[in-house]
């Protein structure tokens, strides 16, 4: 089974609509990301979550909310959606415990949203 | 702000050859600088990582090297194989608390 599994893959939604993208793992990591990928523009950091109660913004919040239910469980939201935010968005965690780098991400399959 | 650059969007290298990816970076002394690997539709895959006093680390056939004084991370895969085709990414990491910020990417196209 995958380490870090992202629900749904693939999602079509309508403008204003609210989506729930979810990301769990069994890697047993503290940390846990959300990224979205654009062709040309890379993997830009949405959130991150270095425990239960620590949820931090990234580069691109704005029009995104996330929820860190469990130390295994990180869900993105788009409260509204619009079509600028159709995009690859991938979870990832880290072992923020380890000794040594804490931040080599693993990654999630991805989720590629569409807004129309 | 820090800005991290790798040097081209593709390359396109024969069967057997060396490919050399080149990461650039400014405005940041990371303390370390990871590579990673992307296939297309997939999650990127952590290939390597490099410390800030390592001038060199291999796997295999990857290579990295790492100069702070020129702000500057190559990659090579010897003998390169159609397989290795994919995108490279590579990452500041600043340790810590501080999230990583990647490069765009090189699409590496190894041509039979």
């Known amino acids: 089974d995958a380490d870090v599994t992202q629900t749904p893959r693939n999602r079509i939604t309508k403008t204003g609509k609210r989506i729930m993208l979810e990301c769990s793992q069994t890697k047993g990591h503290d940390r846990m990301y959300w990224y979205r990928q654009d062709p040309g523009l890379g993997l830009r950091l949405i959130y991150y979550?270095?425990?239960?109660?620590?949820?931090n913004k990234g580069e691109i919040s704005d029009g995104y909310s996330v929820s860190r239910q469990a130390q295994a469980k990180f869900s993105l939201s788009l409260e509204s959606a619009i079509p600028n935010q159709t995009a690859l968005y991938f979870c990832?965690?880290?072992?923020?415990?380890?000794?040594?780098?804490?931040?080599?991400?693993?990654f999630g399959p991805g989720t590629r949203l569409t807004v129309l | 702000s820090q800005k991290i650059e790798q040097n081209s969007e593709a390359l396109n290298i024969q069967e057997g050859k060396t490919a050399t990816l080149t990461c650039n970076y400014t405005n940041y002394s990371p303390a370390y600088l990871q590579w990673y690997r992307q296939d297309p539709g997939r999650g990127p895959v952590f290939l390597l990582l490099i410390r800030e006093n390592e001038k060199e680390k291999r796997k295999e056939r990857l290579k990295v090297t790492f100069d702070t004084t020129l702000k500057q991370s190559l990659f090579h895969i010897t003998a390169s194989q159609p397989a290795d085709s994919a995108t490279y990414l590579c990452?500041?990491?600043?340790?810590?608390?501080?999230?990583?910020?990647f490069g765009k990417g090189t699409r590496l196209s190894v041509i039979a």
């Open positions: 979550s270095f425990d239960v109660k620590d949820i």
């Open positions: 990452a500041l990491d600043g340790g810590g608390n501080t999230p990583l910020v």
């Open positions: 990832a965690t880290s072992d923020g415990l380890a000794q040594g780098p804490v931040n080599t991400q693993y």
